[in-house]
Nanobody, 115 residues
């Protein structure tokens, strides 16, 4: 079992930046996959970005070139750097981690992009 706690969300103007953090309650070194999903009001949860234990990354087409996912195994933390934010990026962002057959989720952090 592992607890994931997201932070770093908030209100930002279009074109601005935010960095989300996801702190895990134990080592994530062995987690095969960690990453971020998001859910906007009235929409399904969707993949934003993932990173494997080997450092391979994958991004949704809508965020490629603007967002960057990383993980610091020594700090048990996964990050999502979000640049050039757009109003359509507004959503609750969830951290996720996969270990073996189990998937773990955080409670989410709200990101609102508005002028």
């Amino acid at each position: 079992q592992v607890q994931l706690v997201e932070s770093g969300g908030g209100l930002v103007q279009p074109g601005g930046s935010l960095r989300l953090s996801c702190a895990a309650s134990r080592s994530i070194f062995s987690f095969r996959l960690t990453g971020w999903y998001r859910q906007a009001p009235g929409k399904q949860r969707e993949l934003v970005a993932t990173i494997t234990s080997g450092g391979m990354t994958d991004y949704a087409a809508s965020v490629k070139g603007r967002f960057s996912v990383s993980r610091d195994n020594a700090k048990n933390t996964v990050y999502l750097q979000m640049n050039s934010l757009r109003p359509e990026d507004t959503a609750v962002y969830y951290c996720t981690a996969a270990s073996g057959p189990d998937d773990f989720w955080g409670q989410g952090t709200q990101v609102t992009v508005s002028s």
